[in-house]
């Protein structure tokens, strides 16, 4: 019940809060058949495996979680392939972010990102007292390294290099991540969001770790979000240097992954279930090469995508078309003025979403 009668508080919020921007929710449905490929989504539902693994945590929830997620810490170093001490947990990806951040970054400090990214970065830097600098992707929607390069300062702290990038799609390769590291100085750490790894196909795609174990000013951003399923039970984790590391560990939320989150993610990660997950992102994949097969066929030219997601530069268009998409029962998600980003999502999905492409080439 609103309480009408209460007064407003008068405590100011910190500057860089109050003018933060909201961050925007890809879009629900409700009412009716309604395809939501508004959010990057895996569309599997768990694996009978996971749900049970949930289920019986359920029982336990009176007790605290293990606040170092040990078993899960030893899962995911063995599946990254590095030492456990390299590995940090957290409530999603998106808070593990900003723990690398609140590790580092002085008051005033630069952190350099490519824009339009991920739009949990100005946040991420505003909470944590940095400043942003944007620099634009490309005309196809890749990271310009070079020009991120070029807009290193001696004030920079951080860079952002979101690969594939969200929402437009493409991934840096090796040579061009090589070329721009070989300029960053060694006390500028750099952050790989690679949120969307297990869909990349393109051999020119560097391997994180092994970028990593050459430059201890790298960090891996990884996720149980999207290829595993998990958006729901919030499990992400950091790949870094050791001392890196534990900074970050030492600025996490204590218990901030959940039991049930924990157990869910070591079931995921057991071989079968993996094997079996790994098998859908495949399933996902054939389905971004159908969709994307489909689309130029019907005239458009989009930018190259790695993840599970497809870019359309609409410009002024953006916000008509999304409307036009969610009467036709498909959520899309539009960034107004800009463009609109369209999850891959199961078969029924993406052919309602098909039609809804052909009807905006009809105009
Ligand atoms: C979806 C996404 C994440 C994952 O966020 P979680 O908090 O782990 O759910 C991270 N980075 C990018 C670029 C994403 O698109």
């Not at 020119?204 to 050459?214: A, F, H, I, N, S």
């Not at 039991?259 to 054939?286: G, Y």
């Not at 994307?292 to 066929?297: I, K, N, T, W």
Request: include cysteine; proline fraction near 7%.
């Amino acid at each position: 019940m609103p309480n009408t009668t209460s007064p407003e508080s008068t405590v100011p919020l910190r500057a860089a809060v109050a003018a933060l921007p909201a961050y925007v929710p890809g879009a629900s449905g409700s009412a009716g058949q309604v395809w939501k490929l508004s959010s990057n989504e895996n569309p599997y539902s768990p694996l009978p495996s996971v749900l049970s693994a949930i289920v019986e945590a359920a029982g336990d929830v009176n007790r605290y979680p293990d606040m170092y997620a040990t078993e899960l810490v030893d899962a995911l170093a063995g599946h990254v392939g590095v030492e456990t001490e390299r590995v940090v947990v957290g409530n999603g990806s998106v808070a593990v972010l900003q723990h690398v951040l609140q590790a580092v970054v002085e008051p005033g400090d630069e952190v350099v990102f490519p824009w339009r990214s991920f739009e949990a970065y100005p946040i991420a830097v505003a909470v944590a007292g940095g400043r942003a600098v944007t620099v634009p992707v490309t005309q196809d929607g890749r990271l310009d390294l070079p020009a991120m390069a070029a807009a290193l300062t001696p004030r920079t702290r951080v860079v952002l290099v979101c690969t594939p990038n969200n929402p437009t799609g493409p991934a840096v390769r090796a040579d061009e991540l090589e070329t721009f590291l070989a300029v960053v100085p060694r006390d500028v750490l750099v952050v790989l969001d690679e949120a969307y790894l297990e869909f990349v196909r393109d051999p020119q795609v560097p391997d994180g770790v092994d970028v990593l174990r050459r430059n201890p000013n790298v960090v891996l951003l990884r996720t149980l979000s999207k290829a595993y399923g998990l958006a729901g039970l919030r499990v992400g984790y950091a790949v870094a240097e050791p001392r890196l590391a534990a900074g970050i560990r030492a600025v996490s939320t204590p218990f901030g992954v959940s039991h049930v989150a924990q157990r869910a993610a070591l079931a995921s990660l057991a071989p079968t279930a993996q094997a079996e997950l790994l098998e859908r992102v495949d399933a996902l994949v054939a389905e971004r090469t159908r969709v994307a097969d489909a689309l130029r066929e019907q005239g458009w030219d989009l930018p190259e995508t790695q993840a599970n997601f497809v870019w359309f530069g609409l410009g002024d268009a953006t916000t008509a078309c999304a409307a036009q998409a969610t009467a036709a029962g498909v959520l899309v998600r539009p960034f107004a003025g800009d463009g609109l980003r369209v999850s891959i999502g199961e078969v029924e999905a993406n052919d309602a979403f098909l039609a809804v492409a052909r009807s905006w080439r009809r105009g």
